[in-house]
């Protein structure tokens, strides 16, 4: 046996016997390495005389081709193995719950809004949206709020320096008013719609945030009054609130959209500190709070939304939402609202699998 054909032997025994990736390499390294014998032994076919390398030739270049494929064998064989032992050793639970350390909640303001439209929508109530960055002729004109109004002054809405392509000015809505007008321009009457969203104003401190979200109501139709109005909000708020004995109080107010216009206070108590609402707000121990405004349409906004108000008439109220979710939930604190403190979060916040249903009650936590 020539000395190419011992060691060619020996070698393909030696990957035979190796039991583990690393083993394979060095045995590579010893015969096909740069170093390896086979290497070196085809290093010295170039210094040979073409009769010796024809007789040497083949020995070498064979003992590297069965070495070669030997190492490529055993490779894929080791590989294989090695993943089926992975596999063996890994395994996964699919009986383990899919969220171990649950993360994230839903805002007090996001829970209260679908609660809002799980009500309203049980009356019978669309959702509509509206832009936030709206121009200066839906958010005052169109609501009979002329150019001298107060409340278009600079130090209480957020101008843009542009101007619509009409020559509006263009501003951050300040409640959701403006939903009404566009509304009813789209859809002509009757309507009965809730608009929620964010508004913005220049009013920063424990109860006001310059960015805080409102939902507005509108309903349209012949023959609607007052009584309609009050109906719906002591409706919506025994439901919300989920108790029969909240106590509305409907104030005169004044609101250029409306005619007559109402302040709407519900009635509460304090216990322990926290704000309870139920109850007559002047009885013992009981005062009123406010939650937002509401009335009749006034004609001239019909007029500016294209409906004839000898036809038409209608209800419209705008309710703070951070309010009522601060008085359902027992926060004291606005500002906290929009800190964006996990720790807050994790306290106030819903489950996301809580979805508020009516038939569950539609403030139940999971
Ligand atoms: C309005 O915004 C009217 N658009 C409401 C309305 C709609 C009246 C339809 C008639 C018909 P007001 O400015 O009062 O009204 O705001 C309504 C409610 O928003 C307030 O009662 C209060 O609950 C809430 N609110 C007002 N300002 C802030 C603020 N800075 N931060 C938090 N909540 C606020």
């Known amino acids: 046996m020539t000395d190419i054909t011992s060691q060619t032997e020996a070698a393909l025994a ?10 394979l390499e060095a045995e590579r390294l010893e015969t096909l390495g740069k170093k390896g014998w086979v290497s070196l032994a085809l290093k010295t ?24 494929d030997a190492l490529d064998a055993k490779k894929a064989a080791l590989e294989a193995a090695a993943l089926e032992e992975q596999l063996a050793r890994e395994t996964v639970d699919l009986t383990l719950p ?21 009500i ?17 002729w839906h958010n005052f004109t169109a609501l009979n709020m002329d150019e001298t109004h ?30 009404q007008i566009r509304a009813m321009l789209d859809q002509g009457a009757p309507i009965r ?19 805080f979200h409102q939902v507005e109501g509108l309903v349209i139709d012949r023959d609607i009054h007052l009584g309609h109005l009050k109906w719906t909000l002591e409706t919506f708020f025994k439901a919300f609130f989920e108790r029969e004995d909240i106590t509305l109080r409907l104030r005169p107010s004044y609101f250029p959209f409306t005619e007559p216009s109402v302040e709407v206070d519900v009635g509460y108590s304090t216990e322990g500190g926290r ?85 569950a009650g539609v403030g139940a936590r999971a």
């Open 150 to 179: 107060p409340a278009r002054a600079m130090h209480d809405t957020f101008y843009f320096p542009d101007k619509t392509a009409e020559g509006r000015e263009i501003l951050l809505r300040t409640h959701t008013s403006p939903v």
């Open 193 to 211: 719609i809730i608009a929620p969203g964010r508004v913005y104003r220049s009013d920063s401190d424990a109860t006001h945030t310059p960015m």
């Open 14 to 23: 030696a990957i035979a016997a190796a039991t583990s990736l690393d083993a």
């Open 275 to 359: 704000r309870v609402v139920g109850g007559h707000g002047d009885a013992p121990g009981h005062a009123w709070m406010e939650l937002g405004g509401s009335g009749m349409v006034n004609a001239r906004v019909l007029e500016f939304a294209g409906l004839d108000p000898m036809e038409w008439q209608g209800f419209a109220f705008g309710l703070g939402i951070d309010r009522i979710a601060m008085l359902k939930y027992g926060m004291n604190d606005l500002r906290a609202f929009f800190d964006g403190d996990p720790r807050w979060l994790a306290h106030y916040g819903f489950s996301p699998f809580d979805q508020p249903t009516l038939s």
């Open 45 to 68: 076919l170039g210094g040979m005389s073409p009769e010796e390398r024809t007789a040497a030739a083949p020995a070498i270049q064979s003992a590297r081709a069965s070495i070669a």
């Open 120 to 136: 309203f929508a049980d009356l019978g109530f669309a959702v509509a949206t509206g832009p936030e960055i709206e121009d200066d």
């Open 98 to 118: 899919a969220f171990a350390a649950p993360k994230g909640s839903v805002h007090p303001v996001s829970q209260v809004m679908d609660e809002l439209a799980e």
